[in-house]
């Protein structure tokens, strides 16, 4: 709690600032200049060296603080996004605001920064999407958006957000220093930090425990089962002939379910076969054919041959994936570490509602996506949701204040254990709560097997390609090599994506 104090106070002396700049900017009336407010005593647990540079920071400032004492307000807006457990994305920024005006009280500063409005979407990606196009027409963007990190290409190009390079440099070494750098890299577009990385994730494979003990399944060849995916002795196809059997003996209903719309669970099976979606070095999109081939061919095998997923996969509703998961009517469900936290937030199991979290660890384990290849290397696929800052907000400053604070690791670490997702900060998997989260520390190494989607403004049009092609072979429209050609048919007949999706063998 002392350090946790210490690091509060010394936010307050590095980014008090920020909002001076601004209410110097807005709101400064010729006065008479106060007494200075003294210098807060050094911070407890804040190394001498540290706080001397933090001291002689707060020293520049000394002359702007005056202004700050007129009472000025500033609100900010925030919109987000996501599942029902990741609510912390907007909660969170708003907790910030209120923090960041009590420590400025604590400084005799009557400033308040507030967050007057708050906007969580839960619905089809296309709806938010849309919103935000819609205020941005209209003017009426709010200051902060919570976003997947794939979207900052089409709203950078857009001039919908601004780049962070300043903001990140000027707060590296209070909030952004610990962040790893394939975060970075994820949040990084023509040469430029366009977003605050906000969490990540891992997409396993979910397994339900009753149905493989019914199988004979001894406890400790359970327990094995995520290592022998990690060592690639268990693949895709053992995933189908496993699932067959458990249909054929009526342990589950389904043999492998998976979401119903285009995203990074799908993908997954590309990349297991050896795929790669986009080449980072040269911007540009990726079809490796070989791979989408197998990859088609698994999914036909499995919803036409062995009819262990269901053949209108692509049309159901996530509430009945979810209610058919958590009730045991499936062996495998390709997820996301997030469920893990939605199941027990939402009332889907058809007597249970809401499932305590003992419920989950007596029924599931859980695993990497199998290698397509026996020895290969299994995969999983990132997908960090960000902050970006909007070109429309009338306080840039004051909003990337807040996203520093909101990065520190009281905030990170109350998002990443509410909804289980992965903490961005270092610093933050040292906090108490996370190394009581076992279920974060047990999937922490799938992040080593990662990778993410493509940063490519045209990516939305790409994936809807795939995920048509995949639709069109479960559905038995089209056998595999008929829904790769569509796809390369595709991919050519568009003179933008022609130019950015390079086709290999």
């Keep these: 709690m002392a350090e946790k104090r210490a690091l509060t106070l010394a936010i307050v002396l590095l980014i008090v600032g920020l909002v001076i700049g601004i209410a110097i900017g807005y709101y400064a009336i010729p006065r008479p200049a106060p007494p200075a407010p003294p210098t807060p005593p050094p911070p407890t647990g804040i190394p001498p060296e540290e706080y001397e540079k933090l001291k002689k920071e707060y020293e520049k400032l000394k002359s702007e603080l005056e202004e700050l004492k007129k009472g000025v307000t500033i609100e900010l807006r925030v919109w987000g996004a996501g599942d029902p457990a990741s609510v912390t994305r907007v909660n969170n920024p708003e907790a910030a605001a209120k923090l960041l005006t009590e420590l400025l009280k604590t400084l005799g500063i009557t400033a308040e920064v507030k967050v007057v409005e708050k906007y969580y979407h839960r619905g089809p990606w296309a709806e938010y999407e849309k919103k935000i196009y819609l205020a941005y027409e209209a003017g009426k963007l709010p200051d902060i958006i919570a976003v997947g990190h794939e979207w900052i290409p089409m709203l950078a190009e857009k001039g919908i957000i601004i780049p962070l390079d300043e903001y990140v440099e000027k707060y590296w070494d209070l909030a952004f220093y610990d962040i790893p750098k394939p975060l970075w890299e994820a949040v990084t577009y023509k040469g430029h930090i366009w977003a605050i990385p906000q969490d990540t994730e891992a997409r396993p494979v979910y397994v339900w425990k009753p149905a493989l003990k019914a199988l004979g399944w001894t406890d400790e060849e359970i327990a094995a089962l995520p290592e022998k995916v990690k060592s690639g002795e268990f693949t895709l196809d053992d995933m189908l002939e496993l699932a067959k059997k458990a249909v054929e003996k009526g342990l589950v209903k389904y043999g492998i379910l998976h979401r119903p719309t285009p995203g990074g669970e799908l993908w997954q099976i590309y990349l297991a076969y050896g795929g790669k979606l986009w080449d980072p070095a040269t911007g540009k999109m990726v079809l490796k054919k070989g791979a989408m081939l197998k990859a088609l061919e698994w999914f036909y095998k499995g919803a036409q041959v062995y009819k262990v997923i269901p053949s209108d996969m692509t049309t159901w509703s996530w509430r009945s994936i979810h209610t058919a998961v958590v009730s045991g009517q499936t062996l495998f469900w390709f997820g996301g570490t997030w469920h893990w936290a939605e199941w027990q937030k939402v009332p889907y199991h058809p007597k249970l509602g809401k499932v305590p979290e003992s419920?989950?660890?007596?029924?599931?384990?859980?695993?990497?996506?199998?290698?397509?290849?026996?020895?290969?290397?299994?995969?999983?696929?990132?997908?960090?949701?960000?902050?970006?800052?909007?070109?429309?907000?009338?306080?840039?400053?004051?909003?990337?204040?807040?996203?520093?604070?909101?990065?520190?690791?009281?905030?990170?670490?109350?998002?990443?254990?509410?909804?289980?997702?992965?903490?961005?900060?270092?610093?933050?998997?040292?906090?108490?709560?996370?190394?009581?989260?076992?279920?974060?520390?047990?999937?922490?190494?799938?992040?080593?097997?990662?990778?993410?989607?493509?940063?490519?403004?045209?990516?939305?049009?790409?994936?809807?390609?795939?995920?048509?092609?995949?639709?069109?072979?479960?559905?038995?429209?089209?056998?595999?090599?008929?829904?790769?050609?569509?796809?390369?048919?595709?991919?050519?007949?568009?003179?933008?994506?022609?130019?950015?999706?390079?086709?290999?063998?």
């Excluded at 306080?395 to 905030?411: D, N, R, Y």
């Design 359 to 505: 419920y989950l660890w007596e029924n599931f384990i859980f695993m990497l996506v199998p290698s397509g290849y026996k020895g290969g290397k299994p995969v999983t696929l990132s997908h960090p949701f960000v902050y970006v800052i909007t070109s429309q907000s009338k306080h840039p400053e004051v909003a990337a204040l807040i996203l520093a604070l909101v990065t520190q690791p009281e905030f990170d670490v109350k998002h990443a254990v509410g909804s289980a997702h992965i903490p961005v900060r270092k610093a933050s998997l040292e906090h108490p709560e996370m190394k009581k989260a076992k279920f974060l520390s047990d999937v922490a190494y799938m992040l080593d097997y990662t990778t993410f989607e493509p940063m490519h403004p045209l990516w939305s049009k790409y994936k809807k390609i795939i995920f048509d092609a995949i639709a069109a072979v479960e559905m038995g429209k089209m056998k595999p090599d008929e829904a790769l050609k569509f796809m390369i048919d595709s991919i050519k007949a568009d003179p933008e994506l022609a130019k950015e999706v390079v086709i290999t063998e």
